[in-house]
T-cell receptor, first 113, second 113 residues
């Protein structure tokens, strides 16, 4: 079945550092790929998405590129802020199936001033 | 901005007791989802409603969990009796009829003692 694997956290960075959170997936078809963010005490929010190979999703300085050849969708940001501290979830959705995403386990990001 | 509402935000109960969670989706959203998020993991779907009908409850432990959406608007998820392993965050989400994007509520954090 479909699955998503994320790098384990926590990822601890200083403010203005470069961020990469790795995500790889396994799917039978051509899924849509997503990054969600969960701030402390809140629900998940969609951060960005990509629906086909080589698409780049971007939002709030974050970006991720759909790499079909490596089945990856790594999240990057050039300069993190303390306010980016949260848990980040990579997810996929099979376009041929239901609208239910398959989520990774989440990666906690802690940004220090 | 419209949001998914959930209550209570936190619930502590003893095992074998009954608990209930409430969700009010974004107005006009036909599809409602209940997820369970165990600490350190991604959300997993428990039940999906389309209007008042259950579309998918294959992962709902029906011996103790029940969910209803009688008028196709707000929804209640019940656990009776609660077990220690039910301690988790329970997330509600809603989407329009096309299901392209799910909007999540803040969740109810359940602790079973």
């Amino acid at each position: 079945g479909d699955s998503v694997t994320q790098m384990e956290g926590p990822v601890t960075l200083s403010e203005e550092a470069f961020l990469t959170i790795n995500c790889t997936y396994t799917a039978t078809g051509y899924p849509s790929l997503f990054w969600y963010v969960q701030y402390p005490g809140e629900g998940l929010q969609l951060l960005l998405k990509a629906t086909k190979a080589d698409d780049k999703g971007s939002n709030k300085g974050f970006e991720a590129t759909y790499r079909k050849e490596t089945t990856s969708f790594h999240l990057e940001k050039g300069s993190v802020q303390v306010s980016d501290s949260a848990v980040y979830f990579c997810a996929l959705r099979d376009p041929g199936g239901s609208y239910i995403p398959t989520f990774g386990r989440g990666t906690s990001l802690i940004v220090h001033p | 901005e419209a949001e998914v509402a959930q209550s209570p935000r936190y619930k502590i109960t003893e095992k074998s007791q009954a608990v209930a969670f409430w969700c009010d989706p974004i107005s006009g959203h036909a599809t409602l989802y209940w997820y369970r998020q165990i600490l350190g993991q991604g959300p997993e779907l428990l039940v999906q409603f389309q209007d008042e009908s259950v579309v998918d409850d294959s992962q709902l432990p029906k011996d103790r969990f029940s969910a209803e959406r009688l008028k196709g608007v707000d929804s209640t998820l019940k656990i009776q009796p609660a077990e220690l392993g039910d301690s988790a965050m329970y997330l509600c989400a809603s989407s329009g009829r096309q299901g392209n994007e799910q909007f999540f509520g803040p969740g109810t954090r359940l602790t079973v003692l």
